[in-house]
């Protein structure tokens, strides 16, 4: 599909959420190229730009004790607990314009679109502060706060430049001892919506504008090393060779292949070789492997099944293996009454029937389920690229999303009255 | 088998061999270890020492062109042009002491034992000054000078201080521009004999002392771009992926296949992923390949099998693949002579059928053919570890071996008379 084949909609709004984009994209700390860190002046200067624009929109405004920005349409007769929407205004090193901050601008549009309407319940637009954990290696500080999970032992971690996240935080303005105080509840939260970019190639693939997130999927992250014999490339015949790097072929084979034919996703996405010459067997080798599904038993039983197989291999091939987890997170499902929700709306939309899939990112709606269900919305993104300036989305997509946001909220309005 | 259970031999000779690779590893450019490269003071030094040993011996000694230390006995009736006994002086770094000084001091002690027989041939034993090719990274420039092919642009060549041979040579006390003059051949050289470890495996796999090499394996090794698509490790599905890394593991595994059926050996010694993030799809990886047998058509037909069955897969997989020739040497076969009679000296000295081995590693002898058959002997080295300083050899073994050579040069006056 080319993208410029694609006739952009007359939306006005999606126009300007487009163009808020490309504004936003200038807060940056890097030259010529996107980076905006947790706690820095570029994350003070965009929510600055983001309140404008909520003000603009008639919205409450106000900063949250994490650095997280807000923006409240407030309802004349609040009968339920308050929707929030939002994403994450924060991004990578050298990042596109889109991963997070889309989110935001189509969450206030859509307040702007609705701002005659009177809904049952307040709605809340926030910008999170810190997702990609670009500064601190934490990720998830802004939703982690609002959600009742902040760790306090986060405020001890330090920056590149040895700044710990309490010292930022001050330094940012704000007062390390009540970050989290003001966490929302499950009795004043009636939901969390976020829209996001797909971050994969699947609706592009199927020509769709957007798709219904039907959860996070969970993942673990592991590091294997295998240890052969290295030896000289001419003399140790083939059947005498215990060849690390052979080994490690079979096992990424053999995840390969298992992946395949199971519901999960998994990555060999490193692989070094010692002692890496050309004319010398591989005596050890070492590779990490990301496995994620949907469905966290099919995680933890595939994850034990693929660790087996890989036990195997080594001792068929006289080969020593040793894994470390680097990381485990659990798959977040979406709430199923929302799912369905935006199922409704995205074919009253577009006309196409709902398609739905699991997001294999993580985002801050993975936290929000401490407190609230989550519902999700992927817009397409061109080739799945992202955390790359050639992150792109199709204007008309954006407006496609936006209309369902809307549709959204006033369904919810009736829905939930 | 525990070399320390074998019962040395009562052999005065081989204890001395023994002695003397010790001595030897005395000349040493590196502290804790043993370094000794061309055109360096402990080159002089351990040729100095080597020609006192000669003296000992009763052997003519001189220094030739390139700065190979030789040896003669010199016969009182030659019959028959020079026998040439040799190997190499020089080491690689953090070297074992029998690579190379082995055959050397093997040759000297025979020579030493036949003091009072009268062969119809000179004999020369020589210590080819540089083999490794560890101070200018050109290989075999010590036995290329004998054989008549050492490449004058080699003097242009330089070492890590910018130092050209040419002044290396000039600083050693040669001249450049007799490098090669005092070439052997074919007309005054009988034969060329060599003494060497292994490198390998295979002896002590099989409990054998020694081995008659049967020729030096020929060699190619190149090295594999592969590109596909980098890629989120969550976002991507398995169907939608060009992995470069699972690419290169079937590769590498179809590599390892293909040399358990053929005539060859081949190991992949170096792999490298791009960008090398553990949620990061590769999407490049550079590899490379080592393929060698003794059989040059061999050699040939299965590099070009195995580079289209790489291309087979790259293809399959959606991935580019380009290759770089890297390095190639033809395969040296061993004169069927020679061998057949190392053949009967080895069955006569260890009462054991003799076993014929190809040498996958590059000897001194290779460049020899150039002027004379060779014939080369294998002794047998604890692993097969050699370039490190746990290189081991069995001194009963190195007896064996001097009795070989001893009563191979008494059978060449037979043979040759």
Redesign the interface.
């Known amino acids: 599909m080319a993208l410029s084949n694609i006739q952009n909609s007359n939306n006005k709004s999606a126009k300007k959420v487009m163009r808020q984009c490309d504004q936003m994209a200038e807060f940056t700390a890097m030259k010529g190229g996107l980076l905006r860190a947790y706690l820095t002046p570029e994350h003070k200067q965009a929510h600055k730009q983001l309140a404008l624009w909520m003000q603009e929109a008639e919205l409450e405004t106000w900063q949250d004790s994490v650095g997280n920005q807000w923006g409240r349409k407030v309802s004349k007769n609040p009968t339920l607990p308050t929707l929030i929407i939002g994403s994450h205004s924060d991004t990578v090193s050298n990042a596109g314009k889109y991963d997070g901050n889309l989110g935001v601008l189509i969450g206030l549009e859509a307040l702007s679109v609705l701002a005659d309407v009177d809904l049952p319940f307040h709605v809340d637009v926030v910008a999170f502060a810190d997702e990609e954990g670009t500064r601190f290696n934490t990720t998830l500080i802004g939703s982690s706060s609002v959600a009742g999970c902040f760790q306090q032992d986060w405020l001890a971690v330090k920056d590149k430049d040895q700044i710990t996240m309490g010292e930022a935080l001050t330094h940012f303005g704000l007062s390390p001892d009540e970050v989290g105080h003001d966490a929302r509840t499950r009795q004043d939260t009636l939901a969390y919506l976020e829209v996001h970019i797909?971050?994969?190639?699947?609706l592009e693939?199927r020509d769709l504008a957007v798709g219904v997130v039907t959860g996070i999927?969970g993942?673990k992250?592991y590091?294997f090393t295998l240890r052969g014999m290295a030896?000289?490339?001419?003399?140790?015949?083939?059947?005498?060779r215990q060849?690390a790097?052979?080994g490690?072929?079979?096992m990424?084979?053999a995840i390969?292949s298992y992946?395949?034919q199971h519901d999960v996703?998994?990555?060999?996405?490193?692989?070094?070789?010692k002692p890496?010459?050309?004319?010398?067997?591989?005596g050890e080798?070492t590779f990490?492997l990301?496995i994620?599904s949907l469905k966290q038993d099919v995680l933890e039983s595939s994850t034990l099944e693929l660790l087996a197989q890989l036990d195997v291999i080594a001792k068929r091939r006289n080969l020593s293996i040793e894994n470390e987890q680097?990381?485990k997170a659990k798959a977040v499902p979406c709430d199923i009454t929302l799912q369905k929700l935006w199922g409704e709306v995205v074919e009253a939309e577009t006309g196409k029937a709902a398609f739905y899939l699991a997001?294999?990112?993580?985002h801050d709606a993975m936290v929000m389920p401490n407190i609230t269900d989550i519902g999700m919305l992927f817009v397409r993104c061109e080739k799945?690229i992202?955390?790359h300036p050639k992150e792109q989305v199709i204007e008309s997509d954006v407006g496609v999303a936006l209309d369902c946001l809307v549709a959204m909220i006033n369904r919810m309005a009736v829905k939930y009255s």
């Open positions: 797909e971050q994969g190639p699947v693939e999927a993942a992250r590091q030896g000289h490339a001419g003399t140790v015949p083939s059947d005498m060849d790097l052979c490690a072929a079979e990424i084979l390969e992946a395949m996703v998994a990555t060999v996405g490193k692989c070094d070789v890496s010459a050309v004319n010398v067997i591989p080798t990490t990301d994620r680097l990381y997001s294999g990112a993580g799945g992202s955390h």
